[in-house]
Nanobody, 115 residues
């Protein structure tokens, strides 16, 4: 059974940073494409970033490019999202996803960017 558990969210001021983590189990993490998606209040799911199954290729939504970095630690079966220069528009619940959009995802972690 695929299990994904996100953590690391919180309240941060504009311009601040957070690192989200996603602990994965129940599948072969080291050979899986993984993504982050987010859902802002009252809006639909928005794709944020994807890391290829070999851990080499990264893709980012234009809204986060240059500010967010996706990575993984295969020894820990953990996916990360380093978020810098946070803006109020980044406020959302963030989910890690096995695959791209539409795959199994965790329960999410809340990120609130506010002064």
């Amino acid at each position: 059974e695929v299990q994904l558990v996100e953590s690391g969210g919180g309240l941060v001021r504009p311009g601040g940073s957070l690192r989200l983590s996603c602990a994965a189990s129940g599948f072969t993490f080291s050979t899986s494409t993984m993504s982050w998606v987010r859902q802002a209040p009252g809006k639909g799911l928005e794709w944020v970033s994807t890391l290829s199954s070999d851990g080499v290729i990264t893709n980012y939504a234009d809204s986060v490019k240059g500010r967010f970095t996706i990575s993984r630690d295969t020894a820990k079966n953990t996916l990360y999202l380093q978020m810098n220069s946070l803006k109020s528009q980044d406020t959302a619940v963030y989910y890690c996803v096995k695959g791209v959009v539409g795959g199994p995802r965790g329960q999410g972690t809340q990120v609130t960017v506010s002064s």
